[in-house]
């Protein structure tokens, strides 16, 4: 159980163009998704925090109306990554938390998006 | 001062080694430990958590936490060239509405 996906695995798109990643639990229904950012040989910095029904919590240096989040329901949350420059090509993460169910905050990864902006 | 601290590494032992992964931490609020692995280009995956103080013991894997050091470890027996990989630590503090905060990670490199 306690399995999360990611769509697409990976994604080379042109400078200026949006790009869209989707997040699924595919067995739990998570109460919160989380967007991990992820550059090479550095720890996940997360991005936001969302829960599903409402808006999505930036971290600080996030621009939220670049990456937008949307979590429409408790088992899918999509990242758009919107005008994409070469800067932002990374290793995107997200992970499902089911506050229900975990006591001690474990959270479900995926198994990540690698975009690539040329 | 970071509130986790982890050295990136990269850590290189000979199979059938010993290894020992550390952190420490700040935040004394911390409650839930838990150690995740991470293969290259694949997201964290969980290998073990701990709650409060003590030792925990999985297989070939231990993870001790002592609080009043503010000091966890993780500690791979018999290690094998497949536990080649990025280990995470990760904490939060007790409750359902703390978001784990995660060290950098220690790259280890396990040869034949």
């Known amino acids: 159980g306690a399995v999360v996906s990611q769509h697409p695995s990976w994604v080379i798109c042109k400078s200026g163009t949006s790009v869209k990643i989707e997040c699924r639990s595919l067995?739990?229904?998570?109460?919160?998704m989380f967007w991990y950012r992820q550059f090479p040989k550095q720890s996940l910095m997360l991005m936001a925090t969302s829960n599903e029904g409402s808006k999505a919590t930036y971290e600080q240096g996030v621009e939220k109306d670049k990456f937008l989040i949307n979590h429409a329901s408790l088992t899918l949350s999509t990242l758009t990554v919107t005008s994409a420059h070469p800067e932002d090509s990374s290793f995107y993460i997200c992970?499902?938390?089911?506050?229900?169910?975990?006591?001690?905050?474990?959270?479900?990864f995926g198994p990540g998006t690698r975009l690539t902006v040329l | 001062q970071k509130e986790v601290e982890q050295d990136p590494g990269p850590l290189s032992v000979p199979e059938g080694a010993i290894v020992s992964l550390n952190c420490t931490y700040s935040?004394?609020?911390?409650?839930?430990f838990m150690w995740y692995r991470q293969y290259s280009r694949k997201g964290p995956e969980l290998l073990m958590y701990?709650?409060?103080?003590g030792n925990k013991e999985d297989g070939r894997f231990t993870a001790q936490v002592d609080k009043s050091s503010k000091y966890i470890s993780l500690f791979i027996r018999d290690s094998q060239p497949s536990d080649s990989a990025t280990y995470l630590c990760a904490m939060s503090a007790a409750g359902g509405s703390y978001i784990p905060t995660f060290g950098r990670g220690t790259s280890l490199i396990v040869h034949p």
């Open positions: 935040n004394s609020a911390f409650q839930y």
């Open positions: 701990t709650y409060s103080s």
């Open positions: 992970s499902a938390w089911d506050r229900l169910k975990s006591s001690y905050n474990e959270q479900f």
């Open positions: 067995d739990f229904q998570a109460t919160t």
